[in-house]
């Protein structure tokens, strides 16, 4: 307890003290003035009271002290019991709250690290996603490559029939037959690769042989086709077969 707690303490004990004596002064007076009344008479043995009452009080004094040195006493020991029991209280709520503290970040890690692991599973899903599709776009592409491949070599057959057929109604028929023919490559996206006048690609052009042309303006460019050349989403699938023309 400091200074400043204990004079606090001593001026109210001493109050306390105080008006109980005061209390006991007003009773004593009382039970004077009724002795008086009972005993006029009797005035040296009054006199001889009074001086026995003040006598009295003045040896009261000391057992006043001891009186507010006990009460002191016993609010120091409570005080005491009470800062004890509230440091033990603070102790265990601290006790409590760390405790608390620390689940909260285990919590919390818990929970980013499954924010995490959702954000995987998901960018995983995305980039899956985006594979199936790229897989079935190529695949798509590939079996259309495929398959207009074949049909191409069955219209190079039908481009050669057309050259020997000499009747005109059978011509027009297999024409028919031909046209049908790319029509259903169009359809797939397949579209033939334009090589006549172009200046020689080997990106997309085979020279099958080089030929002298005389006008300068058809040198190194492709005179000639001898078999067509396609291509399907801007990638060839069968190189076009042609003439390159050359001057002196």
Do not use: C, W
């Not at 303490?9 to 004596?21: A, C, K, R, S, V």
């Not at 006029?40 to 009295?56: E, G, I, M, T």
């Not at 929970?111 to 960018?123: A, D, H, I, N």
């Not at 172009?198 to 300068?216: C, G, S, W, Y």
């Amino acid at each position: 307890m400091d200074q400043m707690d204990k004079n606090k303490m001593e001026q109210e004990i001493d109050q306390l003290i105080e008006d109980h004596n005061k209390k006991e002064h007003k009773s004593n007076n009382t039970k004077k003035q009724n002795d008086n009344k009972s005993h006029n008479d009797n005035k040296p043995h009054n006199d001889n009271r009074s001086q026995h009452d003040n006598k009295s009080q003045h040896n009261d004094s000391k057992p006043q002290n001891n009186q507010k040195n006990q009460y002191i006493e016993t609010l120091e020991t409570e005080l005491s019991n009470v800062k004890a029991q509230y440091k033990k209280d603070m102790d265990e709520a601290r006790s409590i709250f760390e405790a608390m503290q620390q689940s909260i970040k285990k919590e919390q890690s818990k929970s980013e690290e499954l924010s995490k692991s959702v954000e995987r599973l998901q960018t995983d899903y995305r980039n899956l996603k985006k594979r199936n599709e790229e897989l079935a776009s190529t695949s798509v592409q590939q079996g259309r490559g495929e398959a207009g491949v074949a049909m191409i070599e069955v219209l190079d057959v039908v481009y050669s029939a057309m050259d020997m057929i000499t009747d005109k109604s059978v011509k027009d028929g297999v024409s028919m037959i031909s046209k049908k023919m790319e029509q259903v490559l169009s359809n797939l996206g397949i579209q033939e690769v334009v090589s006549i006048n172009q200046t020689f690609d080997p990106e997309i052009h085979n020279a099958l042989m080089r030929v002298e042309v005389k006008d300068e303006k058809l040198d190194g460019k492709v005179v000639d086709v001898l078999q067509k050349g396609y291509s399907l989403g801007g990638k060839v699938i069968r190189h076009a077969q042609v003439k390159v023309g050359y001057t002196t």
